[in-house]
């Protein structure tokens, strides 16, 4: 049965990250993680892990509370035959690597192997997640889009974009969604939405 989205009353910020704060932030979780980590953390896993400790803060959950990141992962690489084009623990008292390093462990566990074990699971039990079903939940942070995304290369007819935003199906407490800056240096920005219920000093951008 179709439900109606009704957005509810959430805060929406845009975060530029320059590409020296990149480099500075991936240098910073590597360089927490020396001598413990086994994979190099990437420019992308540092950020994340900078923005869910940022946003745990923002909504002052108590030290104890268990959070998570739903992070989506590119299967098309991980399986071998799949064109490109196919379509088909406390993180405000840890550390930036201990974070970031959580999320290399995880992105590096989609392989050939457990992808396909989903989609053989799924195609026998199929089932669709309603978009507001994602969001809510103080605990969760929800990431998506992607810096790899050229979303400044389409052009419908009107010419290269000027800039590039989220509609009214994106607004979801707890959603971050990473884009490409556009100006070719390296830069990024991130959209992040909460709800209006957490106050203004207590924003993700003041971190």
């Not at 994979?39 to 940022?54: D, E, K, N």
């Not at 108590?62 to 196919?86: M, N, S």
């Not at 052009?155 to 935003?165: A, I, K, S």
């Not at 971050?176 to 219920?197: H, P, Q, S």
Request: charged share 20%; net charge positive; hydrophobic share 40%.
């Amino acid at each position: 049965m179709a439900r109606r989205f009704e957005c509810p009353p959430v805060q929406e910020c845009r975060i530029h990250f320059s590409p020296e704060s990149i480099q500075k932030l991936k240098a910073k979780a590597n360089a927490e993680m020396a001598g413990t980590a086994t994979a190099t953390i990437s420019s992308l896993q540092a950020l994340l892990a900078h923005l869910w400790r940022a946003v745990c803060r923002a909504r002052g959950l108590a030290p104890d509370r268990e959070t998570r990141l739903v992070l989506p992962v590119g299967c098309r690489t991980r399986v071998k035959g799949i064109p490109q084009g196919y379509v088909g623990k406390i993180l405000g008292d840890s550390r930036l690597g201990w974070t970031a390093w959580l999320l290399n462990r995880v992105v590096a566990s989609v392989d050939e192997a457990t992808v396909t074990e989903e989609l053989v699971s799924w195609s026998k039990n199929p089932s669709l997640r309603y978009a507001p079903d994602l969001g809510g939940d103080p605990a969760i942070v929800v990431v998506s889009g992607s810096p790899r995304f050229d979303v400044y290369g389409n052009d419908f007819g009107w010419g290269r974009p000027l800039g590039v935003r989220t509609g009214p199906g994106n607004k979801l407490d707890g959603l971050i969604t990473v884009f490409e800056d556009g100006g070719g240096a390296g830069a990024w920005n991130w959209r992040c939405v909460l709800l209006l219920m957490f106050s203004p000093s207590s924003s993700p951008t003041k971190s």
